[in-house]
């Protein structure tokens, strides 16, 4: 963690702040644009990005901030629609099974318990639940800039993803790629959209962030094949009854004792 935090919410009311996160909401909104009356769940801060599916008409939205240095701070606005609240990332205070969609950014990269986390979203999640997930790319300028949220915590790269939600029973179904201009042009709206629309058809491995949609993987605990399993033989010859059948059984397995009836 760095000694000097950049707290989301100061960012996000800044100009680079509101120009990222537009940007940003383009891709997501790429990946669900249409969530009906779904549950959703924000972890980490996502108060930016939340309006995108909260609706008077929809379903239950909900802000869950991390009690961390960088999304603990709460907004001076807050968008109408949406409850917000201070959350433990070990011990989320909703029942099991209850939405149908949990996004999480600025999450991962500052929580000190990714894996704690993770399996905390395992369970607040229905089964055919779908998470929506944005972390710092490893190799991206993002990621080594002390000046945005993006760059307070731990990057990842998409193997390590991959791997981690693979551990927490959940399988990585699409990738993409998001905010490719560097941080310190962040405020140039214009040049913002025209490199984030090249980014994304030349080079979507290169966004500062990634954006990672996953499922359950309800059958990864299942074996691939049933084990097999044998039943003892019986021995039947019409007439017998079945003791008989049982000495003739044991008569025939070498036992000088059994008889058959």
Same mark, same amino acid.
């Given at each position: 963690?760095?000694? #000097?935090?950049? $707290?989301?919410?100061?960012?996000?009311?800044?100009?680079?702040?509101?120009?990222?996160?537009?940007?940003?909401?383009?891709? @997501?909104?790429?990946?669900?644009? %249409? /969530?009906? *009356?779904?549950?959703?769940?924000?972890? *980490?801060?996502?108060?930016?990005? +939340?309006? @995108?599916?909260?609706?008077?008409?929809?379903? &239950?939205?909900?802000?869950?901030?991390?009690?961390?240095?960088? /999304?603990? !701070?709460?907004?001076?606005?807050?968008?109408?629609?949406?409850?917000?609240?201070?959350?433990?990332?070990?011990?989320?205070?909703?029942?099991?099974?209850?939405?149908?969609?949990?996004?999480?950014?600025?999450?991962?990269?500052?929580? %000190?318990?990714?894996? #704690? &986390?993770?399996?905390?979203?395992?369970?607040?999640?229905?089964? #055919?639940?779908? +998470?929506?997930?944005?972390?710092?790319?490893?190799?991206?300028?993002?990621?080594?800039?002390?000046?945005?949220?993006?760059?307070?915590?731990?990057?990842?790269?998409?193997?390590?993803? /991959?791997?981690?939600?693979?551990?927490?029973?959940?399988?990585?179904?699409? %990738?993409?790629?998001?905010?490719?201009?560097?941080?310190?042009?962040? $405020? +140039?709206?214009?040049?913002?959209?025209?490199?984030? =629309?090249?980014?994304?058809? +030349? &080079?979507?491995?290169?966004?500062?962030?990634?954006?990672? !949609?996953?499922?359950?993987?309800?059958?990864?605990?299942?074996?691939? $094949?049933?084990?097999?399993?044998?039943?003892?033989?019986?021995?039947?010859?019409?007439?017998?009854?079945?003791?008989?059948? =049982?000495?003739? %059984?044991?008569?025939?397995?070498?036992?000088?004792?059994?008889?058959?009836?």
């Amino acid at each position: 963690m760095q000694v #000097d935090i950049r $707290a989301a919410a100061r960012f996000y009311a800044s100009r680079p702040g509101e120009n990222t996160a537009r940007l940003l909401r383009q891709r @997501l909104q790429a990946f669900w644009p %249409h /969530t009906g *009356g779904d549950r959703v769940l924000g972890l *980490g801060y996502t108060l930016p990005f +939340l309006p @995108l599916w909260s609706r008077p008409d929809r379903g &239950l939205c909900v802000s869950a901030r991390l009690d961390t240095a960088v /999304t603990r !701070e709460a907004p001076s606005e807050r968008a109408a629609g949406i409850h917000d609240c201070l959350v433990d990332e070990g011990r989320l205070p909703f029942p099991e099974l209850h939405f149908d969609r949990v996004v999480l950014v600025h999450a991962l990269e500052v929580t %000190h318990r990714p894996d #704690d &986390l993770i399996r905390s979203v395992w369970k607040v999640m229905k089964d #055919d639940g779908r +998470l929506l997930l944005v972390v710092p790319n490893r190799a991206g300028w993002w990621a080594h800039s002390d000046d945005t949220p993006f760059g307070q915590g731990t990057p990842f790269s998409p193997r390590q993803i /991959t791997r981690r939600l693979a551990h927490a029973f959940l399988r990585a179904e699409r %990738h993409d790629g998001a905010l490719f201009l560097p941080p310190v042009a962040a $405020a +140039l709206r214009r040049l913002g959209a025209v490199t984030e =629309a090249v980014g994304h058809m +030349l &080079l979507p491995g290169l966004g500062g962030v990634f954006v990672i !949609e996953a499922v359950k993987d309800v059958y990864s605990g299942v074996p691939a $094949a049933p084990a097999l399993i044998r039943a003892p033989r019986r021995i039947y010859e019409p007439g017998l009854t079945a003791r008989s059948c =049982a000495g003739r %059984h044991a008569a025939r397995q070498g036992d000088p004792s059994a008889k058959a009836g």
